[in-house]
């Protein structure tokens, strides 16, 4: 079957640290990854995503790598902001593009 | 252009009730697709729809149903609601191209169903 775990929060950094939230999956075939990306007290925003190995995905600073290898897609940033403190999810498209998996969420902490 | 809009914003019933949700994708987007999001977790998938067919459907029970309308919005409705069906309702919308690996979701704000 399909699901995505992804490390559990909270993250809590300083600002300018670099981030590291993992995430990996399991798949039927070749599924298409995302990062979503929840602020306080809003929806849920597209961060980046991935529709097939070693693409990689980036947006606002964020980076993430689809790895077919090691099944991950893990996001990471150089250099995190206060603004950037929000809850992180990791997605997976199924390969027949009609079901969606999240994983848990990471929620992010970042501290001036 | 306006986002995905789900009506109402929040909801509160008891047990054995049943409740309809409703949404607006964006305009031009034929797929629409519903989750349940319990708090602390992630979304969890309930249906897909496009061009009013069922495309999707996650594990949950036939008490979840939706439909989708000609203008593309849609209805999701739980009948006999349990406590456990207490929850962020989220909608999402996407132009729902088949088979297109870069079809992006677009969630709107949901609605918080609390069943007492």
């Known amino acids: 079957g399909n699901s995505v775990t992804q490390m559990e929060g909270p993250v809590t950094l300083s600002e300018e640290a670099f981030l590291t939230i993992n995430c990996t999956y399991t798949?039927?075939?070749?599924?298409?990854l995302f990062w979503y990306v929840q602020y306080p007290g809003e929806g849920l925003q597209l961060l980046l995503k991935a529709t097939k190995a070693d693409d990689k995905g980036s947006n606002k600073g964020f980076e993430a790598t689809y790895r077919k290898e090691t099944t991950s897609f893990h996001l990471e940033k150089g250099s995190v902001q206060v603004s950037d403190s929000a809850v992180y999810f990791c997605?997976?498209?199924?390969?027949?593009?009609?079901?969606?998996?999240f994983g848990s969420g990471t929620k992010l902490n970042v501290k001036p | 252009d306006a986002g995905v809009t789900q009506s109402p914003t929040h909801l509160i019933k008891t047990r054995g009730q049943q409740v309809t949700l409703r949404c607006s994708p964006i305009?031009?987007?034929?797929?629409v697709s519903w989750y349940q999001q319990v708090l602390g977790q992630g979304p969890q998938f309930i249906f897909q729809y496009y061009e009013k067919e069922e495309r999707g459907r996650g594990n949950f029970p036939d008490r979840f149903s939706a439909r989708q309308f000609p203008n593309y919005s849609s209805e999701l409705n739980v009948n006999a609601l349990l406590l456990g069906d207490s929850a962020l309702y989220l909608c999402?919308?996407?132009?729902?191209?088949?088979?297109?690996?870069?079809?992006?979701?677009?969630f709107g704000p949901g609605t918080r169903l609390t069943v007492l």
């Open positions: 999402a919308s996407s132009l729902g191209q088949e088979r297109l690996a870069t079809d992006t979701q677009y």
């Open positions: 798949a039927t075939g070749y599924p298409s």
């Open positions: 305009s031009g987007h034929k797929s």
């Open positions: 997605a997976l498209r199924s390969y027949n593009f009609n079901k969606f998996y």
